[in-house]
């Protein structure tokens, strides 16, 4: 009989400690943190371990309703992507990092630096509200995306009759181009 896999042995709590330890060094202090400040916005988010296959030993995640954010540990960074941070208010400007994508930005703290915790928290409990409330995350009408975002500088072509076309994988603005382009 084979012994489990060591993540599946543990809660993804223990998992999460071990990481911390695992980093040792400023890493390991900098998720810890994050992780308090994540419990003491939210007492009833639930602590995850994502994503372990053959090449990665997983990722911290913390999840209401939906995943709120993962804490990924690189080299010089430690990493907090907000699942659903693009339909999030950040009046802090916090998020640092993965800007030019359509959904999900992210924090990044290098050695040295601290994060806002007051504004973190709020996030986190932004979040916790998305998630809460049922709804489907969309873009405010009329939002510009990033430069060099999908999407981003398309055009909707029309077709006989006035019918747009627009292909899926272009998102929504296409369709704001289109709309904002009919007279009247």
């Known amino acids: 009989m084979e012994e ?11 998992l999460i400690d071990n990481r911390i330890a695992e980093l ?12 308090d400040l994540i419990r003491e916005a939210d007492p009833d988010i639930v602590e995850e371990w994502k994503w372990v296959k053959a090449t990665s030993p997983g990722t911290p995640a913390w999840s209401h309703d939906g995943i709120i954010c993962t804490g990924e540990s690189y080299k010089s960074t ?4 907000f699942a659903k941070g693009a339909f999030l208010e950040d009046p802090a400007r916090i998020f640092n990092a993965s800007l030019e994508g ?3 930005p992210a924090i990044d ?6 994060v806002d915790g007051d504004a973190f928290k709020a996030l986190i409990r932004a979040a916790v509200s998305l998630n809460s409330s049922g709804r489907k ?5 009329g939002t510009p995306r990033p430069p060099g975002a999908k999407g981003a500088d398309k055009k909707a ?6 019918n747009p076309q627009i292909a899926k994988a272009d998102g929504d603005a296409p369709v704001q181009a289109y709309i904002e382009a009919i007279p009247g």
């Open 4 to 14: 489990p896999d060591s993540t599946e042995a543990q809660p993804p709590s223990g």
């Open 109 to 114: 703290i290098h050695e040295g630096e601290e």
């Open 102 to 104: 359509n959904l999900r």
């Open 157 to 162: 072509v029309l077709l006989a009759g006035g």
């Open 24 to 35: 040792g060094d400023w890493r390991g202090r900098t998720l810890s943190r994050i992780r």
């Open 137 to 141: 995350a969309r873009a405010q009408p």
């Open 78 to 81: 430690v990493k907090l992507t």
